[in-house]
């Protein structure tokens, strides 16, 4: 099945988010594409769980200078 331009169109602006946010229990909830995907991740699993969804390496060290700056950290790509 084809797409139509709109449909391209449409594909072609979204982007791919991922959102995560440090509890006060110390403890993090990770939101994919605007949707809860992991929730109460312990730090020492979070960098496996953000690699999941493609977010490595310096990727994930921009992520962790953000959660120790204001508790979220957001990637749009």
Known sequence: MSGTRKDK???????I????????????????????ARS?????WLNQEVCR?????S?????VRQLNESGRATVVV
Do not use: H, M, S
């Open 17 to 36: 988010t991922l959102e995560v946010l440090k509890n006060e229990d110390g403890t993090y909830e990770v939101f994919f594409k605007g949707e809860l």
């Open 53 to 57: 969804y493609g977010f490595c390496g």
């Open 59 to 63: 990727e994930y060290d921009a992520i």
């Open 9 to 15: 169109a449409k594909q072609a602006t979204e982007r």
């Open 40 to 44: 109460r991740v312990q730090e020492r």
